[in-house]
């Protein structure tokens, strides 16, 4: 019997894209010297969407060939019946509705994706139904599971079975025709709009011999050789840039070198800058050095903490051999880490216990890497579709959270995404194979920090923290109901067996910490909630297993944050209450927060006192020194980065790491966060954030230390006024 499908949004007479205002518009992007840099005329785009998402929408997703009788996609509504149609016919088709859930669920993800309340990856909007609309075939190469004979085959073109996963993670082996395979697969991956991450730990060193003799060249050259082929690609065959992690465990002969790879190349291009050349990340000075086209991780375990704890050694071992290589000072390598951050940013750390005690198929193996942004984390050769809501979108006008129009969204996006898996190719026999054995999936939301800050919240409270903790808890509480549901009518997914001790345990961790939440400042039915969606989940899972491996990350939500008109990505803060971002490709765009009026009104103040309060803020970019703004209500605007030249406030380091504490207990995978420090902060306090994240018990943390790249992709001032070096096209 199919899933039954409940409309929540629409009714049966509902069009959602047909009960929009529309406007004809222009899209365009131009770089900092006014250059057109791309243009597309009269559009058909909602009256309600921003210039800046039409733009988005327009210059990243809408199709620019081979459509047919126009040549060019011209409409939102084009992209988005071309997404939702190919999931109504594969729902039907698949079995997990019938004919009357399948209408309604095109539908409610109509009526989603047109008022910005979610939206996929940025793969399902480059790839998803580019076949079936208008019969695009693209090349061949990926595989895809078939249903009737139940095998992984290799498929004749790829946008019949669309690759509309963002994260990969690959395995990889000490092979060198293995090692040149998996560029080649990162290739095709970059090709289609997805990012991959891998460990590298099983390479040899170079202080270890070849069987043929003589001595390898070690694991730093294989990785300058692949950071150079993901230069040289652009992701999903646009301006997006190819995106990439690289992970080691701490125990590899060459972890020192790799500790420092990125600051040693980064004093390379302060060279070049200073000898005249620009610091544009797509420059001379640093498409002249290494390293640079990746995110890179350290694997961090408590034995290695423990061991900085009490000042003991720690050693390196050979791959081949398991021979002690090097013994350091575990203090000292730790420090090392600290110091490299501090200079540029990398490496961030993966703390391997917390992850590994969080897995809920350690039957199949261990967790050894992550996608590049550092939120999916599952076994190799695994892959993830992701999809986040737009939290403000579920405010009510009168304030109020509107719960079931919450977890209505939740239920719809989360089989849209399963459906995905199947539906879906993947660049490897061995990552279509697992993704259709584990079928991990990747829900979250965005906006969080402009959520709070609408409700007159500051982003670093108790009260800001409980709601995270409450909204976190009830999206992969009822996602992991849904999945239990989709078992009950599909089967639970393949390695469920295997796994089920494993899987009910982390259930039951997730149940336990949500028992726990204090939230006494919040309605008591959302936190009944955010307790009693584990209690179904549980119940369900034990007797019907689960249909999916994980459910939830935290993603950074760049592109796709910028699509549904987000002030704040994934759970970040405000950055700025003005910011300017250059778009990689070319062209800068200026951002305004849109959420200072709403947070004013949900304070208290009178509209001729938001007049004037904005006003201010136009003219001077900060809130500090504002007339009439009581100085107790600061802090609800306070931001990662101080707001323009005057301002002086931010949240403070630890803000950042509070808030990940509150919501890594249910989030299946990891979540994607940046600690923004100022440029003043000293290793000593990276180092301690680091230690402080692992005694929070957090799956990964990553920092920025303000303008410790020449090179950065968000500003807080405008382009005009940044110094060369200090401003970047390049995003995570």
Known sequence: MPLQFERHFTSKRSRPLDEVVYRRAAAQIRDSRGNLVFEMKDVEVPESWSQLAVDILVSKYFR????????????????????????????????????AGAQAFEAELNYLLIHQMGAFNSPVWFNLGLYPEYG?????GNFAWNPKTKKIESIANVYSRPQCSACFIQGVEDDLMAIFELAKNEARLFKYGSGTGSNFSKIRGKQEKLAGGGNSSGLMSFLDVLDRGAGATKSGGTIRRAAKMVCLDLDHPEV???????????????????AGYSSD????????????????????????????????????????????????????????????AWACA??????????????????????????????????????????????????KPNGGFDLDAYLSATRTFLIAQEILVSL?????????????????????????????????LPYDSDEGRSWASVLTSLLCGHAYSVSAEMAAVLQPFAGFKKNRSSMLKVIQMHRKAANEIQAPNLPAHLLQGAQEVWDRALRLGKKCGFRNSQVTVLAPTGTIGLLMDCDTTGVEPEFSLVKYKKLVGGGSVQI???????????????????????????????????????????????????????????????????????????ISGAISKTVNLPNSATVDEIQSLYEQAWRLRLKSVAIYRDGSKLSQPLSSVPPEEVADGQFCESCN
């Open 424 to 456: 879906s190719s993947y660049p490897t026999e061995k990552i279509a194979r697992n993704s259709v054995d584990f079928r991990p999936l990747g829900l979250g939301y965005a906006n969080l920090g402009a959520f709070l800050m609408r409700q007159g």
């Open 136 to 140: 695009i075939l693209g090349s061949n």
């Open 64 to 99: 620019k060939t081979d459509v047919p009788k126009i040549g060019h996609e011209t409409s939102i509504k084009q992209v988005i019946s071309r997404i939702t149609r190919t999931l109504r016919v594969e729902a039907k088709r698949l079995k997990y509705l019938d004919s």
């Open 256 to 274: 020192d070198e790799f500790i420092t790879w990125k600051s040693r190349e980064e004093k390379k291009v302060a060279a070049l800058v200073r």
């Open 592 to 666: 305004m927060n849109q959420s200072v009026p709403l947070a004013l009104r949900a304070l208290g103040y009178p509209d001729q006192r938001i007049a004037e309060i904005e006003q201010y803020l136009l003219q001077h970019q900060t809130l500090e020194g504002a007339p009439g703004l009581s100085q107790e209500h600061l802090p609800v605007f306070d931001c990662a980065h101080p707001t323009g030249t005057m301002g002086q406030r931010r949240i403070a380091p630890l803000g950042h790491l509070k808030m990940l504490a509150a919501i890594q207990p249910w």
């Open 281 to 340: 990340f797509e420059g001379e000075a640093y498409r002249t050095v290494s390293g640079q086209n990746s995110n890179n991780s350290v694997r961090v375990s408590d034995e290695f903490m423990e061991a900085v704890e009490k000042d003991q050694v720690w050693q390196t071992r050979a791959r081949t051999t398991g021979e002690v290589i090097q013994t350091y000072r575990a203090r000292d390598l730790w420090r090392r880490i600290a110091q490299a």
């Open 346 to 395: 990398d490496p961030g750390v993966q703390f391997d216990s917390v992850i590994q005690r969080w897995h809920t198929c350690k039957e199949s193996g261990p967790i050894r890497a992550s996608n590049p942004c550092s939120e999916f984390m599952f076994l190799d050769d695994s892959a993830c579709n992701l999809a986040s809501l737009n939290l403000v979108k579920f405010l």
